[in-house]
């Protein structure tokens, strides 16, 4: 589904990665896990199209997009949720679920299908139609992130840290929404995290990422316990689980 093969990039004059390489495949589960300041973020713009390549190649299903713009990268099946969600706090609910349909401009009829398809993965959605975003609580929005992004219909889900200050029993439930859409929709997931408890659950592989670089990968079995998953959290709290 995506190939990324020896990404480097920089923001600014920082390098920022350095030949990255990752690959997922059809409805594969994939967790990118890293410490705060790793590149997770900078990764998922970089596939996304927000933030350019030095050098190296993204592939999404056999096609070279390595140069393509987000909206054109949205169309060809990538969908993103970023980094503390991105609602707009002023427009409804509903509005936010059919911004996320914009770059590839369903007929009317297919748009209220996927709305409705997001009001049944996520029912308080549906309760909250036309309230504005703002209004809603942080696991709230994080469905509602989550349920503008599906809009697209994407082949890949691209998360950043969608458990970043939710609940436990939030978490929960955005590790069920993943799961679900793998099973459902066939849908392939690239989700980065800091949390190795919610990462090792969901995985079906991960990938541990340190100042930029891939350090480590595996099954959750094959890291669980292991040295190097420790060292990536050196010199921080423990990792929340
Ligand atoms: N706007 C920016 N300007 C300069 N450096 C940045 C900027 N954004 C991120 N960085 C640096 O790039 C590195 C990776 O950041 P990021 O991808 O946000 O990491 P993560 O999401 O894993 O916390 C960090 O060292 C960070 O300091
Ligand atoms: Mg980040």
Known sequence: MLIINGMYTRIGSTPVHHDVSIEIAD???????????????????????????????????GEDITTLPPHARNRRGLGYVPEG????????????????????????????????????????????????????????QQMLA?????????????????????????????????????QTQRMAVLLVEQNAGLALAVADRVYLMARGAIVAQGTPSELAGSDVLRSVYLGQAEPAS
């Open 146 to 182: 989550m349920g503008r992004a599906l809009m697209s219909k994407p082949k890949l889900l691209l998360l950043d840290e969608p458990s970043l200050g939710l609940a436990p029993q939030m978490v929960r439930t955005v590790h069920d929404t993943i799961k679900m859409v793998q």
């Open 85 to 140: 969600r991105r609602i707009f706090g002023p427009m409804t609910v509903r509005e936010n679920l059919e911004i996320g349909a914009y770059a590839v401009n369903p007929p009317a009829v297919e748009l209220e299908a996927e709305v409705e398809a997001n009001f049944n993965r996520f029912p308080i959605l549906r309760e909250k139609a036309a309230d504005p975003g703002s209004t809603l609580s942080g696991g709230q």
């Open 27 to 61: 409805a594969e589960i994939v967790v990118i896990l890293g410490s705060n300041g790793a590149g997770k973020t900078s990764l998922l713009r970089a596939t996304m199209g927000l933030l350019p390549l030095l050098s190296g190649k993204v592939i999404l299903d």
